[in-house]
């Protein structure tokens, strides 16, 4: 029973299309052009970006009075808010556990924030756990977080496979680590000369396709 290592944000969940909704909504709420968006996404820069730092500058370009503290907030929830999970991605970890993988979880961010997504869109139901950096005092691409996960599973991490979407944080992270991976290029090509995936998808379903074919 091999362990399967799964990023979170932009691979078993859409993070880019909850956060633009969300964006769009706040821009919309405080009078900000609409074409602000662009803005707005750089500055997040796919979640990257301390959400303390996102509310400073939000703040510093339209001069708002909220307090960083609700601002901070107010991007947690919200986008928490707009996550859905898909039903082919349930559907794919459903097969992959059917033919004995044990999907877990290990992702960057807070505790809260990452808990709360896994939670509310039904995902908790699919993996048998979660590791999220905040709480392990461990981020991706350090392999420290790949063996929590299998200690977390009671599995051993011989044999288990990393999916994700960022070169440095899964990709880097497995070659780290010694396991094989997939990348979901999300329409970006592959460009680091350090290391590279063992295997290229464009989704997550495609993604437990190439791990159950091997
Ligand atoms: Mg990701």
Redesign the pocket.
Known sequence: MPLLLL?????LLD?DGPFRAWGERFLDSIGAPPTDIDWLLSVDA??LTDRWDVADAIRDRYGLRIPSIDLVEELHDGVVGFTRLDPLVACALRIADDAGWVPVVV?NGTSRQQDAKIRRTGLDRYVADWVISEEAGVSKPNPRIFALAAQRARMPLRGAWVI???PE??IGGATAVGLPSVWLHRGRRWSDTRFAPTRTVDGLIAAVAAVLAG
């Open positions: 990023d979170l944000d932009n691979t993070r796919d979640g992702t994700g979407d960022s944080a899964d």
